[in-house]
């Protein structure tokens, strides 16, 4: 089983840039590699939502130009660059690992502040 592991949440000031990490401990390279991995998010009151897709490249509209997924393979990691922060932006953020035959894997999420 896959459990993913975010760190890197806090309080940013809005215009400011955060990067969000994942990882999952104990994993080896095979396994990670074979996974799509992604970023949802949920802000209060509403329902999760894609935030970024490694494999398709695909963005939530909101983010589009601020917000990019990549990959470290050699680190077994995944981030979430985060720049010119909006209030809007404000939520809970999640690490999702998925594959066709497994399923889906969520991590317990790490939360992001920003103060307008």
């Known amino acids: 089983q896959v459990q993913p592991v975010e760190s890197g949440g806090g309080s940013v000031q809005a215009g400011g840039s955060m990067r969000l990490s994942c990882t999952v401990p104990?994993?080896?390279?095979?396994?990670?590699?074979?996974?799509?991995w992604s970023w949802y998010r949920q802000a209060p009151e509403k329902e999760r939502e894609l935030v970024a897709d490694?494999?398709?490249?695909d963005y939530a509209d909101a983010v589009k130009g601020r917000f990019t997924i990549s990959k470290d393979n050699a680190r077994k990691r995944v981030y979430l660059q985060m720049n010119d922060l909006k209030a809007e932006d404000t939520a809970v953020y999640y690490c999702?690992?998925?594959?066709?035959?497994?399923?889906?894997?969520w991590g317990h999420g790490t939360l992001v502040t920003v103060s307008s």
């Open positions: 999702s690992a998925y594959t066709p035959s497994r399923g889906r894997y």
């Open positions: 104990r994993i080896i390279l095979s396994t990670f590699t074979m996974y799509d």
């Open positions: 490694l494999s398709s490249g």
